[in-house]
């Protein structure tokens, strides 16, 4: 099933406490499977199908399991894509092309471009956005889609990287309010023109894009932030301001999760 437009979620989200589990899936995953079902074609009698994609993390496996019982919880057929050591199946765009999401999780964004350029993920990725196939991710798996952001992809210190696919014609941060080092650089390299236009999202938000254009930031928790900085162009002043953020249904209540 694919969604009525080339649709991306890009969050810093998806994941809540469970009493058992590592973590459940929550309400921003939830979305990303109802944006996959609009075309209103597909058997709602069979479960929502989603490939894990964990490049980013190296395809840790502990994590990939961790991703299946979350899965097993909320009643979604999930798998996993893994290029380490080399890929789990013959034909990558053909086994992509039969998910109704691709969710892309989160770890070094500088690898994972890398080891996606090096096997044409790249290019596939682009096909099957253009085909409706719903792209989402966390944290290295928002930034992804967008020109860049910063990355600890090189070590503790923060970094900016430009280089990201460009799906989508901004710079991206993610988890701007719990790292707190994340917006102080984000607002210099804005300022300085190394980052264009840059969408900020907080832990629990995300952002849902329509082709190339921002439809609306979303939040699975009360109280998140998304905002965005860009300059001025008359006078290349810095502005940042707050976009207004839709609770999902089953948002979490604002405090710490």
């Not at 490049?55 to 798998?79: C, I, K, N």
């Not at 901004?170 to 390299?189: F, K, Q, S």
Request: net charge negative; with cysteine.
């Amino acid at each position: 099933m694919t969604a009525s437009a080339p649709t991306i979620l890009a969050t810093s989200a998806g994941y809540v406490p469970h009493p058992r589990l590592r973590f459940a899936f929550g309400p921003m995953m939830r979305l990303a499977t109802e944006l996959a079902a609009e075309d209103g074609w597909h058997d709602p009698s069979g479960p929502p199908r989603i490939c894990n994609v964990s490049t980013a993390s190296g395809d840790d496996a502990r994590f990939q399991r961790d991703m299946e019982e979350a899965a097993r919880e909320a009643r979604y057929e999930l798998h996993h894509l893994s290029l380490f050591s080399t890929p789990n199946v013959s034909d990558v765009p053909a086994y992509l092309r039969s998910f109704d999401v691709i969710w892309v999780n989160g770890g070094s964004v500088v690898n994972l471009l890398a080891v996606w350029r090096a096997h044409g993920l790249d290019r596939v990725m682009r096909q099957l956005w253009g085909e409706g196939v719903v792209l989402a991710g966390v944290s290295a798996g928002s930034i992804c889609w967008h020109t860049g952001g910063v990355t600890d992809s090189f070590g503790p210190d923060l970094a900016p990287v430009t280089d990201g696919l460009g799906l989508l014609p901004w710079a991206n941060g993610v988890h701007c309010d719990t790292e707190e080092a994340r917006m102080p650089l984000l607002r210099r390299l804005v300022a300085e023109g190394t980052l264009r236009e840059t969408l900020c999202t907080d832990d629990s938000t995300g952002l849902l894009y329509r082709s190339q254009q921002l439809a609306e930031a979303v939040s699975e928790k009360e109280g998140a932030r998304v905002r965005r900085l860009h300059r001025e162009p008359s006078t290349g002043v810095l502005i940042e301001e707050d976009l207004p953020v839709r609770l999902l249904d089953g948002a979490l209540p604002a405090g710490p999760s």
